[in-house]
């Protein structure tokens, strides 16, 4: 395998200066190209196979309370390098490991460098909706990556989406977002603690078991009564949903997240909302790939 310095280094001049407060506007994909985009991620998640391209490139990185997920898109916007970490280092929308996540985010960046061959100067990234932008870009920042856009996680996702009387509902690991789109434009977005990081507590309970465990058991799908247990912490995400759409004329859901690979989850969903449900192939992939897509112009 090529290291960095081995490698031809390539400087990216895809990225346009922006400060953290421009907020991109992506062009709007079909749900199809969305999952075809998702199904070539997750075949290149963790990939560090060389595959050198010329770019331009544009890179998401997704700084979230169970992983770090840094996406590089190509030109046309597939997937070209797709790298995960899980971390703790984010809590509740607070940073809480600064010095670890900065390690994370530059073996990641690392990686997809040597992957393709190429020296990113810059990359888009996301915040909980409600939570300081600044926590995520101080991140990139410190890395020496300048931050060509920054939207809040389901906003990303509803961008990215040809939506309409739609609720992007986001369930990561610490919390349960939610972006409601009128004729594709964001117009609420919120977000409240739950999310799988809950359900993992309820299973390390149940069992006796550690927290880490109980993470890798709930991923692993092989145990029947997982979706039994997690029942109740879904159904207050639920509730969280409900609140954040009432009122507002929703006509359908779309998950995204990465507790949404749990199987059963979208039936707990339109059980609850009472809502045709919309799952992607990748749900833990899919606000990653929005994010980098937020570097694609229009
Ligand atoms: P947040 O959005 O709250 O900041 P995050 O970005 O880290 O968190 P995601 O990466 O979307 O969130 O999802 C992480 C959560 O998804 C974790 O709780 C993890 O346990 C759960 N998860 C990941 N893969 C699976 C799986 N295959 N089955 C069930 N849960 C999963």
């Not at 020296?119 to 920042?141: M, N, V």
């Not at 906003?155 to 509902?169: G, I, K, S, W």
């Not at 986001?170 to 609420?188: E, L």
Request: glycine share 10%.
């Amino acid at each position: 395998m090529k290291t960095a310095s081995q490698a031809v280094i390539r400087r990216c001049a895809a990225f346009y200066k922006c400060s953290h407060t421009v907020q991109s506007k992506t062009m709007p994909i079909t749900w199809e190209t969305a999952n075809q985009r998702l199904e070539l991620a997750a075949q290149l998640l963790n990939n560090a196979d060389p595959a050198p391209g010329s770019g331009p490139f544009h890179m998401g990185i997704d700084l979230g309370t169970a992983d770090i997920v840094v996406m590089v898109l190509n030109a046309a916007g597939s997937p070209a390098a797709c790298f995960l970490e899980w971390a703790e280092v984010v809590r509740d929308g607070v940073v809480v490991d600064f010095a670890g996540a900065v390690e994370i985010v530059q073996r990641l960046v690392g990686r997809a460098q040597e992957k393709l061959g190429v020296e990113f100067t810059g990359a888009a990234t996301s915040f909980p909706p409600g939570t300081e932008p600044r926590l995520s870009t101080y991140i990139l920042e410190r890395v020496g990556l300048e931050v060509t856009g920054v939207q809040d996680e389901p906003t990303c996702v509803a961008n990215l989406l040809e939506l309409d009387r739609t609720a992007v509902v986001d369930v990561g690991g610490g919390t349960t977002g939610t972006a409601v789109v009128r004729k594709g434009k964001v117009v609420f977005s919120g977000d409240q603690p739950t999310g799988g990081r809950h359900i993992s507590l309820v299973i390390a309970g149940h069992y006796g078991i550690s927290f880490q465990e109980a993470e890798e058991r709930k991923r692993r799908h092989d145990q029947f009564d997982i979706l039994k247990l997690a029942r109740p912490t879904l159904q207050r995400m639920g509730d969280i949903v409900s609140g954040h759409i009432k009122g507002r004329r929703v006509e359908r859901i779309v998950l995204t997240g990465g507790t949404c690979c749990l199987p059963g989850v979208d039936g707990v969903f339109a059980e609850e909302l009472r809502l045709p449900i919309q799952l992607p192939c990748q749900p833990l992939l899919l606000t990653p790939l929005a994010i980098a897509s937020l570097s694609l112009q229009k």
